[in-house]
């Protein structure tokens, strides 16, 4: 489509860390490749998502978004389309 782009990641997440409370502007398909991630989106319940699963991030605030284990990494990919130059991950503002 022009206008817009498709930007893949691969994400590792060591023992323990957590990356809570961002935004999502677009949509985001991901798979768990090692480990197991908890997400949970506005005032969702958590989920737990284990290697060769599935997930999707919703164009809203992640509220949750760690690595399940304190002593095994966390691994997995994830795609966001996007409109070019604009963001697929909106931090806080510190």
């Known amino acids: 489509m022009p206008g817009w782009e ?13 990356a ?3 935004s999502h502007p ?6 768990v490749l090692e480990g197991t991630m908890v997400s949970a989106f506005d005032d969702d ?3 737990t ?9 919703r164009p809203s605030f992640h509220r949750v978004s760690r ?12 795609a966001y ?3 070019q130059g ?4 909106v931090w806080p503002q510190m």
């Open 6 to 18: 498709t930007r893949l990641y691969l994400i590792t997440y060591p023992p323990g860390p957590d």
């Open 81 to 83: 389309t996007v409109r």
């Open 49 to 57: 998502f284990a290697a060769n699963q599935s997930f999707r991030d």
């Open 86 to 89: 604009e963001p697929n991950t």
């Open 45 to 47: 319940p958590e989920e």
């Open 67 to 78: 690595n399940g284990s304190q002593t095994d990494p966390m691994k997995f990919v994830i």
């Open 26 to 31: 677009v949509v985001g398909i991901g798979l």
């Open 20 to 22: 809570s409370n961002h």
